[in-house]
């Protein structure tokens, strides 16, 4: 059985539908789906639509904190949208009531066994999920990731993806979908084959240049919103 691990889709619809294209190409059955759905970019209803065309399990992420956040009055959508544009505010816009709860009421993380492969779902960390994890990370961060009831231990957050094989289970941060902070232009993600336990990084391209035209004009004092999608691109 293949799964596919997604995190930090982050409204880009464009990014995600390239990613499943292939995810149905190499067969995969399943999807484990790592938080971070809204923020940045614009189309969280795409993204949900692309999503129930297949079986996933999903846990929340700290974006979807942020969003129940100004639900609940302790955050000002117009303070958010000043650091993270207006992926927060068209979500709100874009998606029905169920939805919002779905996803903003979603487990922090959640333990999955798929074919007998124990899978700990986590956004940040198994301990915070707003605690970024990098390649970089010290040893004891990443050994403090080791859990003797997973063989692997998933996680999103940083937008950077690693692999790390600690005693007893393997550490994979799968990266981000749809802002990756390696290179622009590329979905990060992973397919488990719980056939042999094997594990594949997937770097996938798709085009950035609609979406890169409607950061510049929905929000056009954050440069950094389309600048990412060109990072490290020759």
Known sequence: MK??????IHGNSCALQRVLQIAKKE????????????????????????LSEWQYSLIKGNHEDLLAGILNG??????????YGSGHKLALEKLNKDTINTITTAPEQMNIELNKVRFLMCHG????????????AEAEILNKCDRTDADFVVCGHSHYQFIHRNTHSTLINVGSVGQSRNMGG????????????SVEMKATPYDTSELEKEVKEVDPTLPYLH???????S
């Open 27 to 50: 067969k995969v059955q399943k999807l484990l789906v790592l938080g971070d759905l809204v923020g940045y970019y614009y189309h969280p209803d795409k993204v949900m639509q692309l």
């Open 125 to 136: 960390s198994p301990w915070d999920h707003d605690h970024y994890i990098y390649p970089d």
């Open 227 to 233: 600048e990412i999608l060109k990072r490290n691109r």
């Open 186 to 197: 590329i979905a990060n993600w992973v397919i488990v084959n719980t056939d042999n336990k």
């Open 3 to 8: 799964v596919a691990i997604l995190s930090d």
């Open 74 to 83: 302790k955050i000002i959508e117009s303070d958010l949208r000043k650091k």
